[in-house]
Nanobody, 125 residues
Framework: QVQLVESGGGLVQAGGSLRLSCAAS????????MGWFRQPPGKGREFVAA????????YYTDSVKGRFTISRDNTKNTMYLQMNSLKPEDTAVYYC??????????????????WGQGTQVTVSS
């Protein structure tokens, strides 16, 4: 089994920055693609970004391109999401996710086998 724990959420003003971390433990050798999803208040969970095992291939939803950067350090079993130029519409619970697969529909929550508990990000206007 794999355990994922997010940290780094909080309250920030619009235009500010936050860096989320996702620490993996357990059978980390079973992790390939990892990603970030978010769930805004009153809405469903949506894809934010994903990265291949090496970190060399990344994917972003259009609304965060140019503002968010996903990365991972496999020596530390940790994935990051650097969020810059934050907007009120980025307010959500952010979840990290891990998949046992290295190819597929990275944008779909069903592609991922493991999930963290979520961390709240609130952006004030």
């Amino acid at each position: 089994q794999v355990q994922l724990v997010e940290s780094g959420g909080g309250l920030v003003q619009a235009g500010g920055s936050l860096r989320l971390s996702c620490a993996a433990s357990g059978r980390t050798d079973a992790l390939y693609v990892m990603g970030w999803f978010r769930q805004p208040p009153g809405k469903g969970r949506e894809f934010v970004a994903a990265t291949s095992w090496s970190g060399g291939i990344t994917y972003y939803t259009d609304s965060v391109k140019g503002r968010f950067t996903i990365s991972r350090d496999n020596t530390k079993n940790t994935m990051y999401l650097q969020m810059n130029s934050l907007k009120p519409e980025d307010t959500a619970v952010y979840y990290c996710a891990g998949s046992r697969f290295n190819s597929g529909n990275y944008y779909s929550s069903t592609f991922y086998n493991y999930w963290g508990q979520g961390t709240q990000v609130t952006v004030s206007s």
